[in-house]
């Protein structure tokens, strides 16, 4: 039988099951896009339609296998070295000689960074490289990159550190060079960076447990969710912030362009897509008793 299109009572009620599962909010438009990538699912499954698809992901057993599968299917994973210059040269140039200010304050080597929403790496690898070219004494630190994402096929991609050209075309070439080995099919990441970035699976409509990250990137996902979906987001992204850490969120930031979000916002805004949390709680030092 062809599969055509879902309808739009299918649409409504898949784009209900994305919603649950990850947060993202799937206007109508877009119902050609979902058709297109779950009928590759149907397809695999040899299922005899969408309908039955739906009957799958509504079935709590069969579901838990699909899910990865699934998930993988409904996102959106653009990315590349060196999204947004001007990010990364804050990153070098402002952020890194702070933290390290900072550590050194407070004796402590370790500098903890999270890709979150990290797509196949790239984001995570590009903080991996400046590290390894602009933190000074390199070997003295304890650095720690974690990168995560809801999506197991880009993670699993990830991990093998192999790229596109599409994804190093904005890569300078004296990194190029000294960070990755050409293979015929594939730009790879060298071992020592690889070693650098950890992988793991995390919805951010959850908490990440034990974090005490010095910076966190939340770029080009926000724009996926809805209001409600994004205030839980920001809430469980600033909890994971250490007291003076930095959020750095996309290209068009999205915190500012909405005036709920402004409203619900904890952390400082620090310039161009990037916030802070306070160093200390303003709450307690406001009830602190004085002398
Ligand atoms: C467009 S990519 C952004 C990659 C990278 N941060 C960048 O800016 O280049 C968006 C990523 O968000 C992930 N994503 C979407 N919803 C998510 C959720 N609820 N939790 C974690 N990751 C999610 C997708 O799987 C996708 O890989």
Same mark, same amino acid.
């Given at each position: 039988?062809?599969?055509?299109?879902?309808?739009?009572?299918? !649409?409504?009620?898949?784009?209900? /099951?994305?919603?649950?599962? #990850?947060?993202?909010?799937?206007?109508?438009? +877009?119902?050609?896009?979902?058709?297109?990538?779950?009928?590759?699912?149907?397809?695999?499954?040899?299922?005899?339609?969408?309908?039955? &698809?739906?009957?799958?992901?509504?079935?709590?057993?069969?579901?838990?296998?699909? $899910?990865?599968?699934?998930?993988?299917?409904?996102?959106? *994973?653009?990315?590349?070295?060196?999204?947004?210059? @001007?990010?990364?040269?804050?990153?070098?140039?402002?952020?890194?000689?702070?933290?390290? @200010?900072?550590? +050194?304050?407070?004796?402590?080597?370790?500098?903890?960074?999270?890709?979150?929403?990290?797509?196949?790496?790239?984001?995570?690898? #590009? @903080?991996?490289?400046?590290?390894?070219?602009?933190?000074?004494?390199?070997?003295?630190?304890?650095?720690?990159?974690?990168?995560?994402?809801?999506?197991?096929?880009?993670?699993?991609?990830?991990?093998?550190?192999? !790229?596109?050209? &599409?994804? %190093?075309?904005?890569?300078?070439?004296?990194?190029?060079? +000294?960070? !990755?080995?050409?293979?015929?099919? =594939?730009? /790879?990441? +060298?071992?020592?960076?690889?070693?650098? /970035?950890?992988?793991?699976?995390? *919805?951010?409509?959850?908490? !990440?447990? *034990?974090?005490?990250?010095?910076?966190?990137?939340?770029?080009?996902?926000?724009? &996926?969710?809805?209001?409600?979906?994004?205030?839980? /987001?920001? #809430?469980?992204?600033?909890?994971?912030?250490?007291?003076?850490?930095? $959020? %750095?969120?996309?290209?068009?930031?999205?915190?500012?362009?909405?005036?709920?979000?402004?409203?619900?916002?904890?952390?400082?805004?620090?310039?161009?897509?990037?916030?802070?949390?306070? =160093?200390?709680?303003?709450?307690? =030092?406001?009830? =602190?008793?004085?002398?």
């Amino acid at each position: 039988m062809e599969l055509v299109k879902l309808t739009p009572l299918e !649409f409504r009620k898949i784009a209900k /099951v994305v919603y649950e599962k #990850t947060g993202i909010h799937l206007p109508e438009t +877009k119902l050609t896009l979902l058709s297109n990538r779950l009928r590759k699912r149907v397809r695999a499954l040899k299922l005899e339609n969408f309908k039955a &698809y739906y009957n799958l992901l509504k079935d709590s057993k069969r579901c838990e296998e699909e $899910l990865p599968h699934f998930l993988s299917a409904v996102t959106t *994973n653009e990315t590349y070295f060196f999204r947004n210059e @001007a990010l990364w040269k804050f990153f070098r140039e402002t952020w890194l000689p702070e933290v390290v @200010a900072r550590k +050194k304050k407070n004796r402590s080597v370790s500098i903890r960074v999270w890709s979150a929403a990290s797509s196949s790496g790239e984001e995570a690898f #590009t @903080a991996a490289i400046c590290l390894r070219e602009s933190l000074p004494d390199f070997s003295r630190w304890d650095v720690q990159i974690i990168a995560s994402d809801i999506s197991q096929d880009v993670l699993d991609r990830a991990r093998l550190g192999r !790229f596109t050209e &599409y994804s %190093v075309a904005r890569l300078p070439k004296k990194y190029m060079t +000294k960070w !990755f080995d050409r293979e015929e099919d =594939a730009y /790879v990441i +060298k071992r020592e960076l690889c070693k650098m /970035v950890s992988f793991r699976f995390h *919805n951010l409509r959850d908490p !990440f447990p *034990n974090a005490n990250f010095d910076l966190v990137f939340l770029r080009n996902v926000l724009m &996926y969710f809805d209001t409600t979906m994004k205030v839980r /987001v920001l #809430t469980n992204v600033s909890n994971a912030l250490v007291p003076g850490g930095r $959020l %750095v969120v996309g290209d068009v930031d999205p915190i500012r362009n909405c005036p709920t979000l402004s409203a619900a916002m904890t952390l400082e805004y620090r310039g161009p897509n990037v916030y802070q949390k306070p =160093a200390f709680d303003r709450t307690l =030092a406001a009830t =602190a008793p004085k002398g």
